[in-house]
């Protein structure tokens, strides 16, 4: 494991990258911009895991992933990883520098956004999603913070950090944990500690084209548990009713990728993109008329059911168990 590292403006790390200017700070980490010394002062961002977050082994195996999975992709729309010498004590990623802002920061001045725009975001995303997921990369933190926009039109994927392969998969399954993105983003068979696979991306691109499209997310709110309960319990508005300019077939798109249900979303990011491609050709089959809306009695007859799981259930068991044991030992010879 490497030694946490306590990065500072005007640092050179391993005599290469000199830290120019902090540009980003996470939960789990700062994002430095930096010239790269070793190649005509390129500009490169250096991520470094915050020194609380870098000293565990298993926070440590995921920082590592992240840098691993990223080496695995090469795709225009997705950020690029710098190959360097494996340095097992090395504590950081180096990755391309994006110039342009993200789709977050887009969002925050403009919306909602144009549809063409918002369409062409969301099949940019899809390609990029194609990639991964014929290298069995699953991306698991589809959000508009993670998508770049560049000058030139162009998107880049970037924060690999929840992403798992086939592999990482199966250590997953053997006691791990799902990862679990913002509750504003994460798909319904996260939530239950299912483990979807592309479903969930594909969940993730319907809930950023919603927020392109209606200027909000699927399910707003302040309470993360509530945000993310909300999506088991009903569907969200129908786009058209909060922005009536909307398209039929763009809506048609956007709530098929949001179906609860992962059978019942597009198979494939390759499918969405076919859609959001030639949106002329969507055949509208009225999703939107058969919506269920998140409703009281829907939340109170979940409520109800928990209690009938974890509460009820048990202490009936306990009963039953306490008779049958006292009707066996009363009528014991
Ligand atoms: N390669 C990059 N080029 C430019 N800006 C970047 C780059 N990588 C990250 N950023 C900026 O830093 C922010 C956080 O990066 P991210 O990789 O998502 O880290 P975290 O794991 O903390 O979410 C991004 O939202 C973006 O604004
Ligand atoms: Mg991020």
Redesign the pocket.
């Known amino acids: 494991m490497a030694v946490p590292l306590q990065a500072k403006l005007g640092q050179t790390l391993d005599g290469r990258f000199l830290l120019t200017e902090e540009?980003?700070?996470?939960?789990?980490?700062?994002?430095w911009?930096a010239r790269d010394l070793h190649n005509r002062d390129a500009p490169?961002?250096v991520?470094i895991p915050l020194p609380a977050y870098s000293s565990g082994i298993g926070a440590w195996s995921m920082f590592q992933r992240e840098e691993e999975i990223g080496r695995q992709l090469d795709h225009p729309f997705i950020?690029k990883v710098l190959p360097l010498d494996a340095t097992p004590r090395r504590s950081y990623v180096v990755?391309?520098?994006?110039?342009?802002?993200?789709l977050?920061?887009r969002l925050a001045e403009q919306s909602p956004l144009p549809e063409a725009d918002a369409l062409a975001i969301a099949a940019q995303v899809c390609e990029a999603l194609v990639h991964m997921h014929a290298r069995s990369v699953v991306h698991y933190?589809l959000k508009p913070?993670?998508v770049?926009l560049c000058p030139d039109g162009s998107i880049?994927l970037?924060?690999?950090?929840m992403a798992h392969t086939a592999i990482t998969a199966r250590f997953a399954l053997s006691g791990g944990v799902p990862p679990i993105g913002s509750s504003d983003y994460v798909a319904p068979e996260q939530i239950k500690r299912r483990r979807g696979r592309i479903s969930v991306d594909v969940y993730g691109v319907g809930t950023m084209l919603y927020e392109m499209l209606t200027g909000r997310p699927p399910f707003p709110g302040d309470d993360p548990f509530v945000v993310a309960s909300a999506r088991l319990l009903g569907d969200p508005p129908a786009p058209r009713t909060l922005t009536p300019a909307i398209s039929c077939q763009a809506e048609e798109i956007v709530l098929r990728a949001l179906r609860r249900d992962p059978a019942e979303r597009y198979p494939s990011a390759a499918a969405m993109k076919a859609d959001l491609d030639a949106p002329e050709r969507v055949p509208v089959t009225g999703l939107s008329g058969r919506l269920q809306p998140v409703t009281r009695w829907r939340r109170g007859l979940r409520i109800a059911r928990h209690v009938a799981m974890y509460f009820l259930l048990p202490v009936a068991s306990q009963v039953v168990l306490f008779l049958l044991l006292w009707h066996h030992l009363a009528h014991k010879p």
């Open positions: 540009i980003g700070r996470g939960g789990m980490s700062t994002i911009k490169v961002v991520k950020l990755t391309e520098y994006v110039p342009g802002r993200t977050a920061d933190d913070a993670n770049m880049r970037i924060d690999f950090g």
